[in-house]
């Protein structure tokens, strides 16, 4: 996580005051060539960054989505309001993410949260951005070239077609990378932004092409149990899908946990809210999974990106 000072009129509107950033060097050193006050502080220990927020009067976080779900039940625990905060927006990437778990950033964290995308091979964060719209990703097309491709023919797809996302450098000396297919799946958004930049935008990262899970002969892909998860109002913040299998079958559970009003001790209620998660799950992604219901903060988590996909079949 990095500290950084914001110099008025630089980035983001005449932001003033400072700016807290999680992420890759990309960001880290394009924040100190605009001149900005930078500290990195690392990944959790969130006592640690709640501290540099206040001590900085920090006006904005790069952060991993999963980890602003998780410091928001965080500073609920530690009876912080995250408005009386100085921070008023998010940059959020590293990781799929759904419009949902977006907005529930927003609600929780009390800011503006727009989407980056970025990869080691190419700059870390910093291959495209959200402007102001929060419409499509804005790639920095003076120094990539990108295309999207259809990942099974390697064809070129059709405009608007969601498919794999290869990238080109144009500016890398030392590394030059031609053709980088990222196995990413997004698609190009039609037609100009309304904030009037020219450079074309991405759709938010769908998910990678080697992500798909074939359950019951259909085709599943993670972030559509968490597009349905995270537009239930009782669901909390974290989820875990596990694959297993019965006889020969393979099966799909997901444990969801639940915010603390809806996980009461009548059994009626609970079984009548996992009937509804997996009526809602069943219509996302055709197949009926497990649902098991567990208390807020009781699934693992993991300081860096989060584990939502676990594979139980070779172990059993």
Same mark, same amino acid.
């Given at each position: 996580?990095?500290a950084?000072?914001?110099?008025?009129g630089?980035?983001?509107?005449?932001?003033?005051?400072?700016?807290?950033?999680?992420g890759?060097?990309?960001?880290?050193?394009?924040a100190?060539?605009?001149?900005?006050?930078?500290?990195?502080?690392?990944?959790? #220990?969130?006592?640690?960054?709640?501290?540099l927020?206040?001590?900085?009067?920090v006006d904005?976080?790069?952060?991993?989505?999963?980890?602003?779900?998780?410091?928001?039940?965080f500073?609920?625990?530690?009876?912080?309001d995250?408005?009386?905060l100085?921070?008023?927006?998010?940059?959020?990437?590293?990781?799929?993410?759904t419009?949902?778990?977006?907005?529930?950033?927003?609600e929780?964290?009390?800011?503006?949260?727009? #989407?980056?995308?970025g990869?080691?091979?190419?700059?870390?964060?910093?291959?495209?951005?959200?402007?102001?719209?929060?419409?499509?990703?804005?790639?920095?097309?003076?120094?990539?070239?990108?295309?999207?491709? #259809?990942?099974?023919?390697?064809?070129?797809?059709?405009?608007?077609e969601?498919?794999?996302?290869?990238?080109t450098?144009?500016c890398?000396?030392?590394?030059?990378?031609?053709?980088?297919r990222?196995?990413?799946?997004?698609?190009?958004?039609p037609?100009p932004?309304?904030?009037?930049?020219?450079h074309?935008?991405l759709?938010?990262?769908?998910?990678?092409a080697?992500d798909?899970?074939?359950?019951?002969?259909?085709?599943?892909?993670?972030?559509?149990?968490?597009?349905?998860?995270?537009?239930?109002?009782?669901?909390?913040?974290?989820?875990?899908?596990?694959?297993?299998?019965e006889?020969e079958?393979?099966?799909?559970?997901?444990?969801v946990?639940i915010?603390?009003?809806?996980?009461?001790?009548?059994?009626?209620?609970?079984?009548?809210?996992?009937k509804?998660?997996?009526?809602r799950?069943?219509?996302?992604?055709?197949v009926?999974?497990r649902v098991?219901?567990?208390?807020?903060?009781s699934?693992?988590?993991?300081?860096?990106k989060?584990?939502?996909?676990?594979?139980?079949?070779?172990?059993?």
């Amino acid at each position: 996580m990095y500290a950084v000072g914001l110099r008025k009129g630089d980035v983001f509107q005449n932001m003033s005051g400072y700016g807290l950033f999680t992420g890759g060097l990309g960001i880290h050193y394009g924040a100190e060539r605009l001149g900005l006050l930078t500290v990195p502080a690392g990944a959790g #220990n969130s006592k640690r960054q709640l501290k540099l927020l206040r001590d900085f009067k920090v006006d904005g976080v790069h952060i991993i989505p999963s980890y602003a779900l998780h410091f928001a039940s965080f500073l609920k625990q530690e009876g912080v309001d995250p408005r009386s905060l100085n921070w008023r927006f998010a940059l959020i990437g590293a990781e799929p993410h759904t419009e949902e778990a977006r907005l529930r950033i927003q609600e929780l964290l009390g800011l503006k949260a727009f #989407n980056s995308y970025g990869m080691t091979e190419m700059n870390g964060p910093g291959v495209a951005f959200e402007c102001e719209k929060q419409c499509g990703m804005h790639v920095w097309e003076d120094a990539y070239i990108a295309e999207i491709i #259809n990942p099974e023919t390697g064809e070129p797809a059709a405009e608007g077609e969601v498919g794999e996302l290869v990238m080109t450098t144009l500016c890398r000396d030392g590394m030059p990378i031609l053709r980088y297919r990222t196995r990413d799946l997004t698609r190009f958004l039609p037609g100009p932004c309304a904030c009037g930049r020219t450079h074309r935008r991405l759709d938010r990262i769908t998910g990678r092409a080697d992500d798909m899970l074939i359950i019951k002969g259909c085709n599943i892909y993670p972030m559509q149990v968490e597009q349905a998860l995270m537009s239930m109002p009782e669901v909390a913040q974290n989820y875990v899908i596990e694959l297993f299998k019965e006889g020969e079958m393979d099966q799909l559970r997901v444990k969801v946990e639940i915010k603390d009003d809806y996980f009461v001790e009548d059994m009626r209620a609970l079984t009548s809210l996992q009937k509804k998660i997996t009526a809602r799950l069943r219509d996302e992604i055709l197949v009926t999974p497990r649902v098991e219901l567990v208390q807020h903060d009781s699934i693992p988590k993991s300081e860096g990106k989060a584990v939502r996909v676990v594979d139980l079949r070779e172990k059993e």
